[in-house]
T-cell receptor
Framework: NAGVMQNPRHLVRRRGQEARLRCSPM?????VYWYRQLPEEGLKFMVY????????ESGMPKERFSAEFPKEGPSILRIQQVVRGDSAAYFC?????????????FGNGTRLTVT | EDQVTQSPEALRLQEGESSSLNCSYT??????LFWYRQDPGKGPEFLFT???AGEEKEKERLKATLTKKESFLHITAPKPEDSATYLC?????????FGTGTSLTVIP
């Protein structure tokens, strides 16, 4: 499967625990975006990364949230001390290392439930 | 402020009844407008990219068009399997801004 792979598909955490969401981009893609989606709402941009660099994190809360895309391995979105309001679907998307105008290709998301 | 608005929010069509979905945008310096289809429990699936006013793209029963202020997704003779949420996104820079989508239901 050459598509964007996200895991886990479903994640349940209790309030105060940590959530780690993983994303492996499509082969040949070096740009990764993370989005959050709530029911009846659109996709909200969180962060844009290239290998070993955070390019734009303007959509990510400054506290408890962090993201990385190391030289080797998947991109990770980390949420510390989760709260009920963090429950949502988190989508990762990737694009090739080309100029602007290339579409994003999405994974099937991780659905986080905080109890 | 960059903004994307899709209408209608929901659309119910009889099988074979053609219609159009609208995506209006206000961005400075459009680099691309994208249409996606999203099925429940899945990630958005890429359909089309449009770059400049007057451009059109077609795929099976779908045709996307672009003007300076909006894009239309025309659905000709839809089938039940076309039922999904259709999302529009614009890229003015690094970011992609998404609309909230049109939920399409095609009744057999």
């Amino acid at each position: 499967n050459a598509g964007v792979m996200q895991n886990p598909r479903h994640l349940v955490r209790r309030r105060g625990q940590e959530a780690r969401l993983r994303c492996s981009p499509m082969k040949g893609h070096s740009h990764v975006y993370w989005y959050r989606q709530l029911p009846e709402e659109g996709l909200k941009f969180m962060v844009y990364l290239q290998k070993e660099n955070i390019i734009d994190e303007s959509g990510m809360p400054k506290e408890r949230f962090s993201a990385e895309f190391p030289k080797e391995g998947p991109s990770i979105l980390r949420i510390q001390q989760v709260v009920r309001g963090d429950s949502a679907a988190y989508f990762c998307a990737s694009s090739p290392p080309s100029e602007f105008g290339s579409p994003l290709h999405f994974g099937n998301g991780t659905r986080l439930t905080v109890t | 402020e960059d903004q994307v608005t899709q209408s209608p929010e929901a659309l119910r069509l009889q099988e074979g009844e053609s219609s159009s979905l609208n995506c209006s945008y206000t961005v400075s310096g459009l680099r691309g407008l994208f249409w996606y289809r999203q099925d429940p429990g899945k990630g958005p699936e890429f359909l089309f990219t449009l770059y400049s006013a007057g451009e059109e793209k077609e795929k099976e029963r779908l045709k996307a068009t672009l003007t300076k202020k909006e894009s239309f997704l025309h659905i000709t003779a839809p089938k039940p399997e076309d039922s999904a949420t259709y999302l529009c996104a614009v890229q003015p820079g690094n970011q992609f801004y998404f609309g909230t989508g049109t939920s399409l239901t095609v009744i057999p």
